[in-house]
């Protein structure tokens, strides 16, 4: 099948002019370099960009966590400051009286530690810094810099501060009370006030507030494409601060691979490929030092590749201006070559009738293509002679080997033959003599087969089928004979006395030598590819290795070959060619296999 599709394809090629041949071919082998080459300009450019982009966005990233993680070290530092202060221990152990100046004496207190506030606001850049003072001072609801610190106590808030130790705690946006009425976004820090005195006891609580606004100006540096996403988020899933869709970060937390990533330590920054919503990226995330938060960025692939698009672009330019320039280039080449080629051709259109005396008449100078014309003339002459002189030759000696194969083989079978019927015309068997007169006659008639030399393989098998049926009489019936040829197999043409010769060798030096006298021949026939492929096995005592090299050399008639193997053999080379013909495989001992290949299509068979 693969044989007549490659046939078909290279019969359609070989329809294709010259010129177009030709300049396809280079067309071919310019183009496909030029897209290849262009694919890969653009694929390294493409790569580069890509990395460079990725890089700019780590580095980015990467500053964006440094300038937050300062930030927190600063909110860390005051609220170390602020433990460390002795006014505000002073305030937090002070005890109130009922002394008449009572108010005085926590003015004062009041005055001070909201002097030193605003003096740590200022120099830190915070927006504010509160304590959590005990109601029973007058200032504890002031709501501004001092709060109360039942409010905090009953918000379950202390329990976290004391489970965290001396760490800070931090709190999104409306959590706590934000101040100024709510219009103000504030993400606060709280730590415990210890006694520094007594380090187990809690006086009180300080907050630190950032204004969600200057955290998200901070994390929107991370921003690497317009519509790639930043977020703080904590290790419970709340979001701090974000730059970018609110509805994919929503999604984003949603999944678990994200939960999994924020419950994962790591200070490091890490890249990973997911999906969010159908949308695949490359999600950056590093822990922020001082907080349970991680600073996540997402940015789509889409971004990454919009990067890249004038890449293509001018690539793709690129390649169109060289394919253009090697088409006319093609053209130019082909033409040029083809050209004084086609005139040749024009001329040699004369001899396609078969007369090969007519000479071409060319006037091409001494390069290739005038020596082409000349020795075309010379060559028609040579041609004509040797079609003449292998026509004659051929035929001879196709006959002559015919009729000497044919002497071979007859004589020698017809002697044994008629021996037998002798035989039994001694012993009056007069039925078995009638049957062998019948075989006889049959197996004579198919020989000559009405003069042709090339049959359908059924006259073959039948042809060997009354062969055998005829030594069965002589021998006892001592051969089976098995026959195994697809029935669409038996109309293919092949030249007589091809099986006849092999099987007469199978049971004379094969079955007959062996010590019970009896055995099988199994004929098998299939077709592979554009071939047909006879097998004829018999389970006789072999051929001995030295005498199978030489079976089908000798001109001698040996202990394993009988007459005519190397006749049929040669007649196949004749009629078929030299890749055509018989090959013996034997196991001493066991049997011998005798493979004949032939062309399988008929008309080749018919034409010869």
């Known amino acids: ?363 091409g100078g001494h390069d290739e293509i005038g020596q082409l014309g000349m020795k075309f003339n010379h060559m028609l002459g040579k041609i004509s002679d040797l079609i003449e002189e292998k026509y004659n030759l051929g035929k001879s000696v196709k006959g002559a080997e015919l009729k000497a194969l044919q002497a071979q083989i007859n004589p020698h079978f017809l002697y044994n033959t008629l021996e037998c019927i002798r035989w039994m015309t001694k012993e009056n068997k007069s039925e078995e003599i009638n049957r062998l007169l019948y075989l006889l006659a049959r197996f004579y008639r198919l020989s000559l087969s009405r003069g042709e030399e090339v049959i359908p393989l059924r006259d073959e098998l039948e042809h060997i089928k009354a062969y055998v049926e005829i030594q069965n009489i002589r021998f006892d019936d001592s051969i089976q004979l098995e026959i195994d040829v697809p029935e669409e197999l038996m109309e293919l043409n092949l030249i007589k006395l091809v099986l006849q010769p092999i099987v007469e060798n199978s049971i004379l030096h094969g079955i007959l030598e062996k010590e019970n006298g009896t055995g099988r021949i199994q004929v098998k026939a299939e077709c592979q590819g554009d071939e047909l492929e006879l097998t004829v096995t018999d389970d006789g005592p072999g051929i001995e290795e030295e005498v199978l090299k030489n079976i089908l050399n000798s001109d001698k008639r040996s202990r394993n070959s009988g007459y005519g193997i190397k006749n049929v053999n040669e007649r196949i080379k004749l009629y078929y060619g030299s890749e055509y013909g018989l090959e013996y495989v034997s196991v001493y001992g066991e049997g011998t296999t005798v493979r004949i290949r032939l062309p399988a299509h008929e008309a080749v068979l018919q034409a010869n």
């Open 1 to 363: 099948m693969r044989n007549a599709v490659f046939k078909g394809i290279v019969g359609a090629v070989n329809n294709i002019g010259l010129r177009k041949k030709l300049y396809t071919s280079l067309l071919v082998f310019i183009f496909i370099p030029l897209l290849v080459f262009g694919y890969y300009l653009y694929d390294k450019f493409s790569a580069r960009l890509i990395d460079q982009f990725e890089y700019t966005a780590g580095q980015a990233f990467e500053q964006t966590a440094g300038y937050l993680e300062y930030k927190i070290f600063n909110v860390n530092s005051i609220a170390n400051i602020v433990m460390m202060e002795s006014k505000i221990q002073e305030l937090f152990k002070y005890t109130p009286s009922d002394q008449y100046n009572e108010s005085i004496i926590q003015d004062e207190y009041y005055r001070d530690n909201l002097n030193f506030l605003y003096s740590l606001e200022r120099s830190k850049d915070i927006y504010r810094i509160g304590l959590y003072v005990p109601s029973e001072l007058v200032f504890a609801n002031e709501r501004d810099h001092f709060f109360n610190w039942s409010s905090l106590a009953e918000s379950g808030i202390v329990e976290r501060m004391e489970e965290n130790g001396g760490k800070l705690i931090w709190l999104p946006s409306g959590i706590l009370d934000p101040g100024h009425g709510g219009q103000t976004n504030l993400i606060s820090a709280l730590c415990r006030i210890r006694n520094l005195g007594n380090y187990h006891q809690t006086l009180g609580a300080c907050r630190i507030d950032l204004l969600e606004s200057d955290v998200h100006d901070i994390i929107a540096r991370a921003r690497a494409t317009p519509s790639s996403l930043v977020a703080l988020v904590n290790e419970n899933g709340q979001t701090i601060a974000s730059v970018g869709d609110s509805q994919l970060l929503a999604a984003g937390l949603a999944q678990q691979e994200i939960s999994d990533i924020l419950q994962e330590p790591g200070e490091a920054q890490v890249s990973a490929k997911i999906k969010i919503e159908n949308r695949h990226g490359v999600l950056l995330y590093k822990d922020v030092k001082g907080t349970d938060w991680k600073l996540l960025s997402f940015i789509p692939d889409e971004d990454m590749l919009r990067t890249t698009e004038s890449v293509k672009k001018e690539t793709a330019v690129f390649v169109l201006v060289l394919c253009v320039l090697a088409y006319g280039f093609a053209i130019f080449i082909s033409s040029t070559i083809t050209s004084r080629i086609k005139k040749l051709v024009v001329q040699l259109k004369q001899t396609e009738r078969g007369d090969f005396k007519q000479p071409v008449v060319f006037r």
